[in-house]
């Protein structure tokens, strides 16, 4: 009889957290905070975009709009959108790592939150 062992082997994978979230707001716009993670034992460029539902791109303040990010580190952004005159907002907020032009690999990685606010009157 042979037996064999298998050994499973970590996965790293971008990540952000919150990836959902409610907001109440009583001003036109509000505000999220977002925390992108960088798993890998390298430094990598990250930029926080926001999209409607449907991904496409929305006006929005992002603070800092990009950062580098240590090995196994995490950095705080500030995301404040505008209402539009809407009084329900479903956005999606976006991490993207970003390729250094001097690696090989143009890989360009994504990991995306849902948030909803609503305007209080």
């Known amino acids: 009889m042979v037996m064999g062992l298998t050994a499973a082997t970590p996965s790293n994978a971008q ?3 919150p990836m959902r979230g409610e907001v ?8 999220l905070r ?18 409607d539902e449907t991904f ?19 950095r705080s952004f500030m995301v ?3 209402f ?9 907020v976006c991490t993207e790592a970003v390729p250094f032009t001097d ?9 995306c939150g849902r948030f909803i606010a609503y305007k209080m009157n």
């Open 84 to 92: 539009e005159g809407q009084t329900e907002r479903r956005v999606r």
């Open 56 to 74: 496409a791109p929305i006006a929005a303040t992002v603070m800092p709009q990009a950062a580098m990010l240590a090995p196994q580190d995490n």
């Open 15 to 17: 990540a952000m957290t």
């Open 34 to 51: 977002v925390f992108p993670a960088n798993p890998y034992p390298h430094r990598i460029r990250v930029e926080v975009r926001v999209y």
């Open 24 to 31: 109440k707001s009583f001003s036109d716009k509000f505000a």
């Open 103 to 111: 690696q090989t690999t143009r890989l360009r990685t994504q990991v």
């Open 80 to 82: 404040v959108v505008p």
